[in-house]
């Protein structure tokens, strides 16, 4: 059966750090992957997604970048956080039946 | 935009009654999903319906899709204190490159 995994579940950075926020997914071959942003109290927001090894899309402009070194593995990451980096970062695929999540990580910027 | 609007924004109900929340959107669709988020948590993947679908069964989740009207409907029947949790639909915006566009989601609240 197909996994998607995200790590870590929690973290807690200063402004203007480094952030790495890593995506791996088992049981399937070239899945689609994205990248999603939670505000508190609302929606989710699309970042980036990625149809296949170093193919990355951006939907916003924003402080953050993507990429995918590996079929199965899906890197968020950011030179220099910024306070409204701050949110819920859900990573997720996408099979016949649905768009599937991990269990996010939740990022507070300080 | 083509995000998914849901309404209502919070919903009251006490175990035992039925739980209806809408959804409205302005592009075409291939399909439309809704999901589930307990507070803080992952969101979990409820029904798809996709456009050429009506109406679509789960347990006691049914869901409703108008295309005409550009909108979907999400009841869960007997509802119970454990449906608790933040409802989002999500629609594809007609692309199939899977990107989806959410909504800010209903606050369903079931009292025992």
């Known amino acids: 059966s197909q996994t998607i995994h995200q790590w870590p579940a929690t973290l807690v950075q200063p402004v203007g750090s480094p952030l790495s926020l890593e995506c791996t997914v088992e049981g399937t071959s070239n899945p689609n992957l994205y990248w999603y942003r939670q505000a508190a109290g609302r929606g989710l927001q699309l970042l980036f997604y990625?149809?296949?090894?170093?193919?990355i899309s951006s939907e916003v402009p924003q402080n953050l970048s993507a990429s995918r070194p590996q079929d199965r593995q899906f890197i968020l990451s950011s030179k220099k956080l910024l306070l409204s980096d701050s949110g819920f970062y859900l990573c997720?695929?996408?099979?016949?039946?649905?768009?599937?999540f991990g269990p996010g990580t939740r990022l507070t910027v300080l | 935009s083509q995000q998914g609007e849901e309404d209502p924004q919070a919903l009251s109900i006490q175990e035992g009654e039925n739980a209806t929340m809408n959804c409205s959107y302005k592009t075409s669709i291939n399909n439309l999903q809704w999901y589930r988020q307990n507070s803080g948590r992952g969101l979990v993947h409820l029904i798809l319906?996709?456009?050429?679908?009506r109406e679509k069964h789960s347990g006691r989740l049914r869901v409703t899709l108008d295309t005409s009207k550009k909108s979907s409907s999400l009841l869960i029947t007997a509802s119970r204190a454990a449906d608790t949790a933040s409802y989002f639909c999500a629609t594809d915006g007609g692309s199939t490159l899977g990107r989806l566009y959410f909504g800010r989601g209903t606050q369903l609240t079931v009292w025992p």
């Open positions: 997720a695929w996408t099979l016949a039946g649905g768009q599937f």
């Open positions: 990625s149809v296949g090894i170093g193919q």
């Open positions: 319906i996709r456009s050429n679908e």
